[in-house]
């Protein structure tokens, strides 16, 4: 299947732990972006990589770490997890800034 | 400040009816605006762009400068139209791909 896919579809877990997200595209596409959508459906832009450099960094705390280790992923680790952080994460890849491929998402529930 | 805003979180409609999901951004420059959908436990996906200028599902959006919208209509709304309707703005002028998405629009198509 040609995609964008993210791994792992659900995670819970405890406040104070540290945990990743996965993201891979198999599209050749050379920009990957990570979104937050929070509890009230808005979505906001955390991070974009282009050819594994990072263009956007959003106002996001530091604890968000975002890791490209080749153009076809984009990881995103996220240590010291508070209970804000529960929302649904998406990756997304495109060529250049066309047009937006989004992944299934990443329900976070932080206990 | 670069904004999008959809006033209506929740809009019910009956098959058959005229849809219109209201959509206005604020940007200095020039922008890109797109419709993006997202159905029951789907991921998110284009609806349209106002470049391509072409009806997907019975779907158009007229982008217009002068009022600053982008307003997404279908003459005769079907219960499989029932999503999570998304307008999202992208910058042209130093363009880092990133879209700034409006709060959201849950179409409801009753039978």
């Known amino acids: 299947d040609t995609a964008v896919s993210q791994t792992p579809k659900y995670l819970v877990t405890q406040m104070g732990n540290d945990k990743s997200i996965k993201c891979e595209q198999n599209?050749?596409?050379?920009?990957m972006y990570w979104y937050k959508q929070d509890s009230k459906k808005f979505l906001k832009i955390m991070f974009s990589?282009?050819?594994?450099?990072?263009?956007i960094n959003e106002t996001v705390p530091n604890r968000f770490s975002p890791k490209s280790p080749d153009k076809a992923h984009l990881n995103l680790h996220i240590n010291s997890l508070e209970l804000g952080d529960s929302a649904v994460y998406f990756c997304?890849?495109?060529?250049?800034?066309?047009?937006?491929?989004f992944g299934p998402g990443t329900r976070l529930t932080v206990l | 400040a670069q904004r999008v805003t959809q006033p209506e979180k929740l809009l019910s409609v009956f098959k058959g009816a005229p849809v219109e999901l209201k959509c206005n951004y604020s940007?200095?420059?020039?922008?890109?605006l797109f419709w993006y959908v997202q159905y029951s436990r789907q991921r998110l996906q284009l609806l349209l762009r106002?470049?391509s200028r072409e009806s997907i599902k019975g779907f158009t959006a007229d982008l217009n400068k002068g009022e600053t919208s982008f307003h997404l209509k279908k003459p005769f709304a079907q219960e499989e139209d029932s999503a999570m309707y998304y307008c999202?703005?992208?910058?042209?002028?130093?363009?880092?791909?990133?879209?700034?998405f409006g709060q959201g629009t849950t179409l409801q198509v009753k039978p």
């Open positions: 999202a703005l992208s910058g042209r002028s130093g363009n880092t791909g990133k879209l700034i």
């Open positions: 997304a890849s495109s060529r250049d800034t066309d047009t937006q491929y």
């Open positions: 990589y282009n050819n594994k450099e990072l263009i």
């Open positions: 599209l050749g596409h050379d920009t």
């Open positions: 940007y200095s420059g020039s922008p890109e």
């Open positions: 106002h470049i």
